[in-house]
């Protein structure tokens, strides 16, 4: 850093302390909209410009991070269901997870074209980061996916079906590249492993 970044590093430090104790430091500007639905764990770091939106459909908090996670530049959360981040995860920048979307588009009550998509109904289904997991640059996670503890997800990637435990996934949509072999205490392509 340089003199100036240690001043700002400050700023944020003491502000960080007087609007969110728990957390480790967060980084100004930061979007909050719906804190009284919000979950910070312990020692959360973020980036600048992080857009984080709870709307509880239930009252309850529905953005839970766990221990010791860390959010990079222009993450944009949005929960109505439930988002659990878990503990010791890293993520990078300009990363979009949503627990909803405007409308449904597969299934038995779909979203027609003749409603404008701001009226259509929410389609809403819960997402689930385990812990250890670390997501690159540009990914987006949307509704309804689980992400297993320890796995990784390549930048740019489009989440759209869960992602087991222990996986290297990449792509649009993404896909499982790798897991992570115990025995062999190394990660092994999936298509040397006859792994779909």
């Known amino acids: 850093y340089s003199l100036v970044g240690y001043i700002k590093l400050f700023v944020y430090l003491l502000r960080t302390k007087l609007i969110c104790p ?12 719906g804190r009284q639905y919000m979950d910070f764990g312990q020692h959360l770091t973020t980036g600048r410009g992080c857009r984080l939106e709870a709307f509880s459909t239930s009252h309850n908090k529905c953005l839970l991070f766990g221990n010791d996670v860390q959010i990079n530049d222009y993450v944009h959360i949005s929960a109505m269901e439930r988002v659990v981040i878990g503990n010791n995860v890293l993520m990078a920048s300009h990363i979009y997870i949503s627990d909803n979307s405007h409308g449904a588009y597969k299934g ?6 003749d409603i404008p998509p701001i009226k259509r109904d929410y389609y809403v289904a819960p997402v689930q980061i385990e812990d250890n997991v670390w997501i690159g640059e540009g990914v987006i996670i949307m509704p309804g996916v689980s992400v297993g503890h320890g796995s990784v997800i ?9 992602i087991p435990a222990d996986s290297i ?10 897991t992570f072999d115990t025995l062999q ?11 779909l």
């Not at 038995?108 to 074209?113: A, E, F, I, R």
């Not at 390549?154 to 869960?162: D, F, H, P, R």
């Not at 205490?185 to 040397?192: E, G, K």
Request: glycine share 4%.
């Open 154 to 162: 390549g930048a740019n990637s489009v989440v759209t079906k869960n």
């Open 108 to 113: 038995d009550s779909q979203s027609t074209p």
């Open 185 to 195: 205490s190394q990660w092994i392509a999936t298509a040397s492993r006859n792994i």
């Open 22 to 33: 728990q957390a480790r430091i967060i980084r100004f500007p930061i979007d909050l909209r």
């Open 169 to 178: 996934a990449v792509g649009n949509p993404a896909k499982v590249i790798k």
